[in-house]
């Protein structure tokens, strides 16, 4: 299955969308193949992809990404787990992305989500702090601090291999801009996103997944400046 969106600048976001604001999103599952295209209009954005499989090791990053979280053996099905980011160029329109090819590997157990961020200014950097990455069963969240600098996007993400009933979920999903799952018979996934520009709040991220499978959550907070 294959979906994708323009959503444009007044998107998903805070500040009453005048700040950063959600720009596209394209998500793919049922993939032993993961290649996705660079749509136009996304210069100067900040793209995000959380992109999962089972009995890999995943090869390096695609050039001019940078990785956020990587890990290729959770539980025993072997649960394969990569987040990167990049901010991207005129170059990269219309190019297409392959995080992982491999013809030999169920199409049951692959996904991928890309999301893009439009930025009004010009970006210096992109800082990666309240890293948590746990898996099932779930002992430790993510503490969202008050009084980040600049914008912040922060982000939850993660999926279960074997989980026959539960959807995974996060609590307090009021406070979330965008929450996308899939709900597939093998694997279920889901992606999180808040935009904090002027108003912060301070929280700890709680995953709620099912126990007795593969199960790996994911969370983190960029802010940019």
Same mark, same amino acid.
């Given at each position: 299955?294959?979906?994708?969106?323009?959503?444009? &600048?007044?998107?998903?976001?805070?500040?009453?969308? =005048? %700040?950063? +604001?959600l720009? !596209?999103?394209?998500?793919?599952? *049922?993939? @032993?193949?993961?290649?996705?295209?660079?749509?136009?209009?996304?210069?100067?954005?900040?793209?995000?992809?959380?992109?999962?499989? &089972?009995?890999?090791?995943?090869?390096?990053?695609? =050039? %001019?990404? +940078?990785?956020? !979280?990587?890990?290729?053996?959770? *539980?025993? @099905?072997?649960?394969?787990?990569?987040?990167?980011?990049?901010?991207?160029?005129?170059?990269?329109?219309?190019?297409?992305?392959?995080?992982y090819?491999?013809?030999s590997?169920?199409?049951?157990?692959? +996904?991928?989500y890309?999301?893009?961020?439009?930025?009004?200014?010009?970006?210096?950097?992109?800082?990666?702090?309240?890293?948590?990455?746990?898996?099932?069963?779930?002992?430790s969240?993510?503490?969202?601090?008050?009084?980040?600098?600049?914008?912040?996007?922060?982000?939850?993400?993660?999926?279960?291999?074997?989980?026959?009933?539960?959807?995974?979920?996060?609590?307090?999903?009021?406070?979330?801009?965008?929450?996308?799952?899939?709900?597939a018979?093998?694997?279920?996934?889901?992606?999180?996103?808040?935009?904090?520009?002027?108003?912060k709040t301070?929280?700890?991220?709680?995953?709620v997944?099912q126990?007795?499978?593969n199960?790996?959550?994911?969370?983190?907070?960029?802010?940019?400046s």
């Amino acid at each position: 299955m294959l979906w994708s969106k323009a959503i444009g &600048a007044g998107g998903a976001g805070g500040a009453g969308g =005048a %700040g950063v +604001t959600l720009n !596209y999103e394209l998500f793919q599952t *049922g993939v @032993n193949t993961t290649t996705f295209p660079i749509p136009t209009g996304v210069a100067g954005n900040l793209a995000i992809v959380s992109y999962t499989h &089972a009995y890999i090791y995943m090869p390096t990053l695609p =050039a %001019g990404w +940078t990785q956020i !979280y990587y890990n290729s053996n959770v *539980g025993g @099905n072997r649960q394969a787990h990569r987040i990167m980011y990049k901010v991207l160029t005129a170059a990269d329109e219309g190019t297409n992305v392959t995080i992982y090819s491999n013809s030999s590997l169920s199409t049951d157990y692959g +996904t991928v989500y890309l999301k893009t961020f439009y930025i009004p200014t010009s970006l210096s950097s992109v800082n990666i702090s309240s890293l948590n990455a746990d898996i099932v069963p779930f002992a430790s969240t993510t503490a969202v601090t008050s009084g980040l600098p600049g914008s912040s996007i922060v982000v939850a993400t993660g999926s279960t291999y074997n989980s026959a009933t539960m959807t995974p979920s996060y609590a307090d999903e009021a406070y979330w801009d965008v929450i996308d799952r899939s709900t597939a018979a093998l694997v279920k996934t889901v992606f999180a996103l808040e935009i904090q520009e002027t108003l912060k709040t301070n929280r700890d991220i709680l995953a709620v997944f099912q126990t007795g499978s593969n199960g790996i959550s994911v969370s983190f907070v960029l802010t940019l400046s």
